[in-house]
Nanobody
């Protein structure tokens, strides 16, 4: 059973910084792309950032220059460092990972974490 567990959410003032992390666990053979999505109240879920196995990042326009995604392949962990936070960044943040397992059968699938709340407010 594969699990993604996020941590690091919380309340931060506008202009502040916050870091999220997400660790994958289970009988994992390989992890390909990892990323972060978010969903604000009353809005659709949207992609925030992704990162390849080799560490190449891509960002949504609305976070470019403010957020940084990184990963530690040995720890099966992806990070999101957020700075210059705005009230409109308030959302539940979900990590995602494209994971290959071999047991009980060879399957490659997208997995999601349970989400962590980020609130930007004074």
């Amino acid at each position: 059973q594969v699990q993604l567990v996020e941590s690091g959410g919380g309340l931060v003032q506008p202009g502040g910084s916050l870091g999220l992390s997400c660790a994958a666990s289970g009988k994992i053979f390989s992890i390909y792309a990892m990323g972060w999505h978010r969903q604000a109240p009353g809005k659709q879920r949207e992609l925030v950032a992704t990162i390849t196995t080799s560490g190449s990042p891509k960002y949504a326009d609305f976070v470019k220059g403010r957020f940084a995604i990184s990963r530690d392949n040995a720890k099966k962990t992806v990070y999101l460092q957020m700075s210059s936070l705005k009230p409109e960044d308030t959302a539940v943040y979900y990590c995602t990972a494209d994971i290959q397992v071999l047991t009980p059968s060879p399957i490659r699938n997208d997995y999601w974490g349970q989400g962590t709340q980020v609130t930007v407010s004074s």
